[in-house]
């Protein structure tokens, strides 16, 4: 069955940091793959995605690369700031069946 | 509006209660999906309802009741629920053309049951 494994937190950084979070994930075929993030007292936004491998998904300076050969979709910030502290979630779903598989989530937080 | 909309954001329940959460989504959207997220724990996916019809119940206890009368909106029912079920109850929807569409969340309704 598919599955996801992301790194586990908590992860605390200051401000300007670099921040990388492991995903890799099980799945037959050719999954889609995703990285939502949750703000305090929110429900879950899509940060960025990739549908193919070698995609490269990025949004409000978040990256992340589809990589097939390594089953693997790290989540990277070059420079992070405090308005980044959240939950970070890996998810896949798979070509056939349009369900999600979500990892544990990471914990992040950032400090001035 | 726009997005996934649910009501209430927070509820506070006896475990003698009947209460309900209502999600909308204004997105067009054929699938509808319940998931409950506790703390220290994975998110767990409930239910699915594609075009109305109920196609998931990931052995969900038979105190929470979904209906879907309509592809946008979709209800959790509640009664007799335990402390154990206090938790944030999270709505999503996507369209199902073909697969791997994104899914989008609501805000959640923060349960405590007491």
């Known amino acids: 069955g598919n599955s996801v494994t992301q790194m586990e937190g908590p992860v605390t950084l200051s401000e300007e940091a670099f921040l990388t979070i492991n995903c890799t994930y099980t799945a037959t075929g050719y999954p889609s793959l995703f990285w939502y993030v949750q703000y305090p007292g929110e429900g879950l936004q899509l940060l960025l995605k990739a549908t193919k491998a070698d995609d490269k998904g990025s949004n409000k300076g978040f990256e992340a690369t589809y990589r097939k050969e390594t089953t693997s979709f790290h989540l990277e910030k070059g420079s992070v700031q405090v308005s980044d502290s959240a939950v970070y979630f890996c998810a896949l779903s798979s070509n056939n069946d349009y369900k999600l598989s979500f990892g544990a989530g990471t914990t992040v937080t950032v400090r001035a | 509006e726009t997005g996934v909309t649910q009501t209430p954001r927070h509820l506070v329940m006896g475990m003698t209660n009947k209460k309900s959460l209502k999600c909308e989504q204004h997105l067009g959207h054929n699938a509808m999906y319940w998931y409950k997220q506790s703390a220290k724990k994975p998110l767990e996916l409930m239910f699915v309802?594609?075009?109305?019809?109920?196609?998931e119940n990931n052995s969900v206890p038979s105190r929470f009741s979904p209906e879907c009368p309509n592809s946008s909106h979709l209800f959790l029912h509640l009664h007799t629920l335990q402390p154990e079920d206090s938790a944030l109850y999270l709505c999503?929807?996507?369209?199902?053309?073909?697969?791997?569409?994104?899914?989008?969340f609501g805000p959640g309704t923060r349960l405590l049951v007491l």
């Open positions: 309802y594609n075009f109305k019809e109920q196609t």
């Open positions: 999503a929807s996507s369209q199902t053309s073909g697969t791997q569409e994104t899914q989008y």
